[in-house]
Structure formats: structure tokens, C-alpha cells
């Protein structure tokens, strides 16, 4: 398991949070798997104390479910919650885009373009962890530029529910988002056009509640 490997002693709350986070999503540990801090701990050379602690941030997004004295799982792939984190993921970033444009500079579109074109070539080459990855570091560019905390904390918090079941798409042969919405996104970003951006995004988002409703 690439994503639960021994992490460095530092921030280990969080670090023990994005290793489980990521497994999670990655599919390393699947729906319904009973995991036990002990076990994860070792494998990733901590304690158990930062691991427990990344549980009950885990519980909190949704991702892991718990009965005291019981057990403590991962929770199934549910279409209506995905759907419901799409919506509210894809508000936040109808919102990030309308204050970004006017802000972004030549550096920030010429990122935008470098994240798509990684994109691109992951879809064509089938590599979803790359694909998900870009298409993450072009999005993001829109939200740091925004400089809302409190979009980028509600982004962080839902996506890995969403990019559950984009992944397990792809898995049984769907296809990935296209990269010509995002060229039109970077296209009317670059034209300084806003409106023409915040409809693309939702267009973006709108296509990932649709993935929910073909589950």
C-alpha cells in the first residue's frame, strides 16, 4: 500500500490523516474494511494516538464510520452523498472563480494550462491517479488565488467523497472529464471573462453530480 507508509515524526496528526485520507480514496483500503488504529500505526511508524485522532477527523467528513467499543470502518460509496458533496463542492468553486478571475496573472493561467496538459495526457494514457491529480492542481490554482480559507477548507473537506466514486468509474471503464471544459475554463479566464467562467466551472460540477446519478 504506497499511500500507508512510515511518515516523518513532524505534523503527525495530520500526516497520519492524509496517508488514511488518500488510501481511503485511493481504494487501498476499500468500502466496508474494518480498520483498527494498532494496525495503521504500525504501518506508518507512529503512535496511536495521532492515528486515533485522524479517525475521528476522518469519522467527521464522512469517510470512516464508528461504534463506540465495536469497530470503526470505512464507509460505502453512497450515489446520493456524492451527489450532495458535488453540489456543494462545485457552489464553493462557482465562488472561487468569480473573485479569482480579475485576479489571476499571466503565471497563474500558464499554470492552469500546465495542470490541463498533464491532465490530458493522464486520461489518454488511463493513469486516474494522475488525471485526478491534475485536474486538482488546476482548480486549486482558482481557490489560491481567490484567497477564501473558508471555500478552500469546505473543498478539502468533500472532495475525497467525490473522488471515491470518480475513481471507481474509471475503474469500470468510464471516461474522465474532458479536458476541452477545462480549456474553455482557462480560455475565459485568460479573456478576463467571469460570467463565461463560473458557467464553465458549474458545468464542471454539474457533469460529476450526473456520474453520482448514473451510480
Known amino acids: 500500500m504506497e499511500a500507508l507508509r512510515p511518515v ?10 492524509a496517508a488514511i485520507r488518500d488510501a481511503i480514496v485511493a481504494g487501498e483500503i476499500e468500502p466496508g474494511a474494518v480498520v483498527r488504529d494498532a494496525d495503521l500505526a504500525e504501518r506508518l511508524g507512529l503512535s496511536r494516538a495521532p492515528v486515533r485522532e485522524a479517525f475521528s477527523r476522518l ?12 469497530y470503526t470502518r470505512v464507509t460505502p460509496v453512497v450515489a446520493a452523498e456524492v451527489r450532495d458533496a458535488a453540489a456543494v463542492v462545485g457552489a464553493m468553486h ?7 478571475v480579475p485576479r489571476l496573472r499571466a503565471a497563474d493561467l500558464d499554470a492552469m494550462r500546465a495542470a490541463n496538459g498533464r491532465f490530458a495526457l493522464a486520461v489518454a494514457g488511463g493513469d486516474v491517479d494522475a488525471a485526478l491529480r491534475a485536474d486538482d492542481e488546476l482548480h ?22 467525490i473522488r ?19 480549456e ?12 463565461g467562467a463560473v458557467r464553465v466551472t458549474a458545468n464542471i460540477w454539474h457533469t460529476l453530480a450526473d456520474l453520482a446519478d448514473a451510480g
Open 140 to 161: 486549486d490554482v482558482l481557490v489560491r488565488v481567490s484567497g477564501n480559507r473558508a471555500a478552500a477548507a469546505t473543498v478539502a473537506r468533500y472532495t475525497p467523497l
Open 164 to 182: 471515491r466514486l470518480e475513481r471507481r468509474r474509471f475503474g469500470e471503464g468510464g471516461s474522465c472529464r474532458s479536458a476541452g471544459l477545462h
Open 59 to 70: 469519522v467527521d467528513e464522512g469517510l470512516l464510520e464508528s461504534k463506540p467499543q465495536s
Open 94 to 100: 462557482e465562488l472561487v472563480t468569480r473573485v479569482a
Open 184 to 195: 474553455r475554463l482557462i480560455e475565459a479566464c485568460a479573456d478576463g471573462d467571469t460570467d
Open 8 to 17: 516523518p515524526r513532524t505534523l503527525l496528526r495530520d500526516r497520519a490523516y
